[in-house]
């Protein structure tokens, strides 16, 4: 375990602030799943306490968008904090099977919804030949380019049509 993070999970002041920025707090008006509670869930775990369902969804709910390190007036690493601690729920077993699923489907075939390659190139317009080397590169992601293709190609159909200077994955998509 990381001891300097274990130690900003103990020089937390619970003032909150981080919590009224991250955006699950935002979204749900549920401080439990905001800044502060990763950091005292987190904290519990380094400290080998046995946390609840609640603590380990707070856990999981981090986009690592680092709001809350801007707003911390200690500038505590909640990100990284929380990441340690999801190391920490793989080493005593309490990662749920279906992020299990994932990873695993990450590792079988590069994506983490098992979808082949041949499928998640289907948003490329007919006859698009992607440069070799370009200022950009154009990764559409998960969700557009496997559940939304059309919004990829349009996309791709865009900055073709504006002239933008850009690449794809091709084959490593
Ligand atoms: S990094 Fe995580 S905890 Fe911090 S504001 Fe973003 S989502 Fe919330
Ligand atoms: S803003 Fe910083 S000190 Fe305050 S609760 Fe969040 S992590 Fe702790």
Redesign the pocket.
């Known amino acids: 375990m990381n001891n300097q993070l274990r130690a900003f999970t103990d020089s937390c002041v619970l003032c909150g602030i ?1 919590t009224e ?4 707090y935002i979204a749900t008006g549920n401080a439990k799943y905001g ?1 502060m509670a ?1 950091v005292e869930a987190s904290g519990a775990l380094f400290r080998g306490s046995s946390i609840g369902d609640e603590d380990l969804k707070t856990i999981l709910l ?7 390190q801007s707003a911390c007036p200690t500038n505590i690493p ?2 990284d904090i ?1 990441q340690e601690a999801r190391a920490e729920l793989r080493k005593v077993k309490r990662v749920p099977d279906k992020y299990n699923s994932i990873a695993e489907a990450i590792i079988r075939s590069g994506s983490p919804m098992g979808t082949p390659t041949e499928k998640r190139r289907a948003y490329v317009p007919e006859g698009f030949q992607s440069p070799k080397k370009a200022r950009y590169l154009y990764v559409p992601g998960c969700w557009s380019g496997i559940r939304l293709p059309e919004t990829a190609r349009a996309s791709v159909e865009l900055m073709i049509k504006a002239g933008i200077d850009f690449t794809i994955l091709g084959d490593r998509e």
């Open positions: 981080c920025v991250c955006p699950f800044a990763k981090c986009t690592r968008c680092d709001h809350c909640v990100a929380v």
